[in-house]
């Protein structure tokens, strides 16, 4: 194991940051982001960038953990990507290795723009992420990275991770003051819901090239799946054949 690894371990064994001092580190992170970052320049911003998951990474790293993930591992085997098409969570940290140990270990960590996007729209809604009220997106973009963050040091230090687990929560709520390990960021399924009253399991109606259908939600995204009844459909578990089809939300009616 590395030297700065096993600092890193032993870092986040014994850290433990006051409320006063996760108060005063945030708002330095943050002040060094509108004064970085040629995108957020608001804390409601409205375009994000892949180098701004970099920037949070560098000046989270060198705030709480004095820059020993930056030492311990390379810029070259971690990436950074924002990711429209994740729905329900607001990050996720991926760890690939090579069975015949060719090639070194790599990262990514992603970041669901579409849910950061869809909150924070109402001034008078907060949104709730890993048990913070967070009123702007650049505080949801913070709780949602420092939970990727302790998902990146367990994968580097015990080679998995999981946020169910014991060791996770403890170490998110002594360094970062979590107290859960989910979000409330709006979903497409909290906008159906919302916005349309339509969820998993309604039966709806909508026109397609002059057509009226009918038939039932299977899944919410951004669109939704609606399946079709249909004797030529594909056979599902429940003894009926369906055509699937893909419906934009305003689409829908929804039937009674």
Known sequence: MKPSLQKLEQLVRNSRTTKIERRQLNQLIADNIFATSPYLTKANFETLHASDIQLLYELYDENYFCGLLQSTLSSKLLS????????RAGGKTTRWTDPRR?????????????????????????????????VNRLEGLMRVMEHELIHLIEMLIWSSSSCAMCRFQDIAGRVFGH??????????????????????????????????????????????????????GQPYSDG????????PLRKLEAVE
């Open 179 to 232: 107290t859960h390990h989910q979000h409330e960021l709006l979903t497409p399924s909290d906008l159906a819901d919302r916005d349309y009253g339509i969820r998993t399991g309604s039966k709806v109606r909508f026109d397609i090239q002059g057509h009226s259908h009918e038939g039932v939600v299977n899944r919410i995204t951004k669109r939704a799946t609606v399946l079709v009844v249909d004797p030529q």
């Open 80 to 87: 950074f990507r924002l990711s429209k098409r994740m729905t």
């Open 102 to 134: 060719r090639r070194p270990t790599r990262y990514e960590i992603a970041v669901a723009t579409t849910l950061l996007y869809q909150s924070f729209q109402e001034p008078e809604r907060s949104v709730t992420v890993t048990g913070f009220e967070c």
């Open 240 to 247: 009926h054949k369906y055509v699937k089809f893909y419906v």
